[in-house]
């Protein structure tokens, strides 16, 4: 498999785009922001699977991050990236070289997607999920693919992704892929290059505590789902977690939070080892 095109500006993407639509091929886009592992690397073979090309874009995007802190250790490393998505079969990669590419000086607006936003990441990271719309709808018009790829890792970012693209009837179908999970059932995500070891050794509690709850919780649909929350939490603080964000049962389709499990549900939390903060959700019923 050939080397992925690199492409470090707009034009550029738009070009090869053509290039590939001029021949009657359909295109699949799959938005990150570097540091792939596994859970990236589904959503390429998954776009490669449904579409006859596939681009990855990186571009860590400031305006979704809500500490300084977070942006500055934000993990890059841009030839191992290339170096995986070739073994993929990626087509093409958008990775523009600098900020200004995407928000060029004098840059003012903005896309934001209420009532989905107003909860879970985003009651906890202000901006948060402005940032993610802003690009997401910018990248989508640039490239305007056939289809985009979005893991369910990140579920509401998925559930506002896909809202904004039906409220703004940009031409992509939005394509959920699942979670993907290291053996000990941790959630991938680029964040865990973060943990150090002892963290590391914790950071797998989140995903069995949430599908043992969603278990729980699913048994008795007609049961108050509060004292299995308030379960789920007091076994993560005992469990080494330093700070909880939240456990929540939301609607799966529109994350309006359930008492009980009155219709199908997601699971939902993100809690802090040290600096790091780690997010993941189970389907439950
Ligand atoms: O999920 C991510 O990596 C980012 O939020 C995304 C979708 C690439 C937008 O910057």
């Known amino acids: 498999m050939g080397s992925p095109e690199i492409l470090r500006d707009v034009a550029a993407l738009r070009r090869t785009v053509a290039g590939w639509r001029k021949d009657g091929e359909t295109v699949g886009l799959v938005p990150t922001m570097g540091a792939l592992h596994e859970g990236h690397l589904t959503l390429v073979r998954a776009a490669k699977a ?5 681009i990855a874009t990186i571009f860590v995007n400031p305006k979704q991050f809500d500490r300084k802190e977070d942006l500055a250790s934000y993990p890059r490393s841009e030839a191992e ?6 073994s993929v079969g990626c087509d093409a990669l958008f990775a523009p070289l600098d900020v200004s590419v995407i928000y060029p000086p004098g840059f003012a607006s903005k896309v934001s997607v209420e009532g989905l936003t107003a909860c879970l990441d985003g009651l906890h990271r202000p901006g948060h999920f402005d940032g993610v719309t802003t690009v997401v709808s910018k990248l989508l018009l640039q490239a305007l693919p056939d289809l985009a790829f979005f893991g369910e890792k990140d579920f509401q970012q998925l559930t506002v992704v896909t809202r904004m693209a039906r409220d703004l009837d940009i031409p992509v179908e939005i394509a959920p892929v699942p979670t993907v999970r290291e053996p000990d059932g941790l959630a991938m995500s680029s964040r865990n290059r973060l943990l ?5 050794a914790l950071a797998p509690l989140l995903a069995r505590v949430l599908h043992e709850t969603a278990e ?5 649909p007609t049961a108050e789902a509060a004292p299995f929350l308030a379960q789920a939490r007091h076994r993560l603080g005992r469990g080494g977690f330093d700070k ?3 456990v929540e049962l939301r609607a799966a389709d529109d994350l309006a939070e359930l008492a009980v499990l009155d219709r199908p549900g997601r699971l939902l939390a993100a809690a802090w080892l040290g600096r790091t903060r780690l997010i993941d959700n189970v389907p439950v019923g």
């Open 244 to 246: 909880l964000d939240y």
């Open 50 to 54: 449904r579409c006859d090309r596939a």
């Open 216 to 220: 729980a919780i699913a048994v008795d």
């Open 196 to 200: 150090a070891p002892e963290q590391r």
């Open 81 to 86: 990236d290339l170096r995986l998505l070739e």
